[in-house]
């Protein structure tokens, strides 16, 4: 598992650093790194063309600690 703070240099370095966005292996339709980091961290994530973003779960109800019934 990747700690938040492994996963944000990733994200970081993702972005900034041009041999890694360019990397057709990386980003190729076999999606390498996108499976790779699903796998490591166990979210969903989608990458753009210079962006790496960690999808974030639709609220259900059952997660609301509002709701008064």
Not at 16 to 28: D, I, P
């Amino acid at each position: 598992m990747l700690t938040e703070s492994q996963l944000q240099q990733i994200i970081d370095g993702f972005a900034k650093n041009s041999q890694l966005y360019g990397a057709g292996h990386l980003t190729s339709k076999y999606r390498r790194l996108k499976r790779y980091l699903e796998e490591v961290t166990g979210r969903e994530i989608e990458i753009g063309r210079r962006v790496v973003k960690v999808v974030q779960p639709e609220r259900s109800f059952a997660d609301d600690a509002d709701v008064p019934f």
